[in-house]
Each structure stands twice: as structure tokens, then as C-alpha cells.
């Protein structure tokens, strides 16, 4: 496995896990499981998680 070294993208992820969660009444609470399956960093959680996978397809 590699890691990710673009300094941006690792804080933009950061940022989303870190970021929890607005409830109906305006206040924002914090949460450890991280961010929820087709929420708006699922892409870009997709595209990391699945670029070793593509590699590896695309070699073949």
C-alpha cells in the first residue's frame, strides 16, 4: 500500500472527518466514526481507497 503525500488532500480529509455533525437545531456535535457512506467526501474517499485496485487491474 502507498500513502498519500499531496499535502492538500490529506488536510481536506482530515478536515471532513474532524468535521461531525449539524443537527436539526443549528448545533454541531462531534463524532468518531467518520463520515457517512455517499456523504459529499465519499468520492474522494473512493478514489484514494481504490487507486491501488486500479493499478493493479491496469498492469494485468
Known sequence: MRAVHAKRVLALVKAFLKAGIMSADDETRAT??????GGIA????????LSALDEHFCAK
Open 32 to 37: 468518531n466514526t467518520g463520515t457517512p457512506q
Open 42 to 49: 465519499a468520492p474522494l474517499l473512493a478514489k484514494i481507497a
